[in-house]
């Protein structure tokens, strides 16, 4: 490698070490543009050797002046066409922003009307949702017959056991102190709803403006995937509600009916009368039959039909009935 290198009018100079010779640039190669000749003192030769590199640029490229030129131009002609950037972004930024609403707009029930048949909700007294729920059906039906109109109790069962082992037929509100409306909500409407006796107010959002009405609350629909979780959570409480019942049904007549036969039994085991414990002129009971709880006197016995003649008074009257020993009791 060069140990130094410098340049004088004669040509180039080459150091090695402390040794420095000279010679003169060949005039061969005095005329070339793009090539220069350097001398250089190899540590094994005593006489310098020249070598020529030539730094010939390659065709087609460009220095960094030039590259940066040219992006400037690119640079230039895309902001003709397009603009500028800081342009662009205010664009942007100008279509986002909107003029701000007035009271008189935001306040506007009748814009409801545009999201057609929604479910609303309505705040009342929590045990009087039935009773709101039939006045706003019947007084609707009157103000609006050609509108839609759905009102919604949504309850699911109590799950109350009986003292015979029987589920109730109660059910509970899933939301106490609420109902739900189906229609197509306007002025008209929302005025009318809220003039009912009991109905306090829609549920929604407070309208946040400087009016006289700052604090009314906008109806906010329930969303439809609300409204499809509470059907299915509904349907599926019926139906595992309805399998419990049924089967404490099938035990509760089961033990009913094992009740019923010893409750029988027993009966006939005390108060059945026997043919040897009968006889005529006795006073008995009729315990079932047309005649039941007629009281009469035996008159004639029949032992082979197991039977009776009991003397019965019916109206004033005297009459003779035929009665089977099992439907008596003796007094």
């Known amino acids: 490698m060069f140990s130094s290198?410098?340049?004088?009018?004669?040509?180039?100079?080459l150091l090695v070490g402390t040794h420095v010779a000279s010679r003169p640039a060949p005039s061969s190669h005095s005329s070339g543009d793009n090539v220069q000749t350097w001398g250089r003192v190899l540590p094994w030769c005593q006489t310098p050797l020249v070598c020529e590199i030539q730094e010939a640029t390659k065709p087609g490229t460009l220095s960094a002046k030039e590259r940066r030129k040219q992006r400037n131009e690119r640079r230039e002609e895309l902001k003709d066409l397009k603009g500028s950037w800081r342009n662009?972004?205010?664009?942007?930024?100008?279509?986002?922003?909107?003029?701000?609403k007035g009271w008189e707009e935001i306040l506007d029930i009748n814009q409801l009307t545009t999201k057609g048949m929604q479910w609303w909700m309505i705040a009342v007294p929590k045990n009087g949702e039935q009773r709101v729920a039939d006045h706003i059906e019947l007084v609707f039906r009157r103000?609006?017959?050609k509108a839609e109109l759905q009102i919604l109790l949504p309850s699911v069962p109590r799950r109350k056991v009986l003292k015979d082992g029987r589920y109730s037929d109660a059910r509970q509100r899933l939301y106490p102190g609420c109902l739900l409306v189906q229609c197509v909500l306007n002025r008209e409407v929302?005025?009318?709803?809220?003039s009912v006796p009991g109905v306090w107010d829609f549920f929604g959002t407070r309208a946040n403006t400087r009016s006289v009405v700052s604090d009314m609350i906008i109806p906010a629909a329930v969303s439809s995937i609300e409204?499809?979780?509470?059907?299915?959570?509904?349907?599926?409480?019926?139906?595992?509600?309805?399998?419990i019942r049924e089967a404490a049904n099938r035990e509760a007549d089961e033990r009913e009916r094992l009740e019923e036969?010893?409750?029988t039994a027993a009966k006939l085991e005390v108060k059945m009368p026997s043919l040897l414990q009968l006889e005529e002129g006795a006073m008995v009971r009729v315990n079932s039959g047309p005649f039941t709880n007629h009281t009469g006197v035996v008159e004639k016995i029949n032992h082979e039909e197991e039977?009776?003649?009991?003397?019965?008074?019916?109206?004033?009257?005297?009459?003779?009935a035929k009665l089977g020993i099992d439907e008596v009791t003796v007094i």
């Open 227 to 243: 409204i499809h979780e509470m059907f299915k959570r509904i349907e599926m409480e019926d139906a595992a509600f309805k399998e």
């Open 190 to 194: 929302y005025n009318f709803i809220r």
């Open 261 to 263: 036969v010893v409750k």
């Open 143 to 145: 103000l609006f017959p």
């Open 88 to 100: 662009e972004v205010e664009t942007k930024l100008d279509v986002k922003k909107k003029a701000p």
């Open 5 to 13: 290198c410098c340049r004088g009018s004669l040509g180039p100079s």
């Open 307 to 320: 039977t009776l003649g009991v003397i019965l008074t019916i109206f004033g009257r005297q009459t003779v």
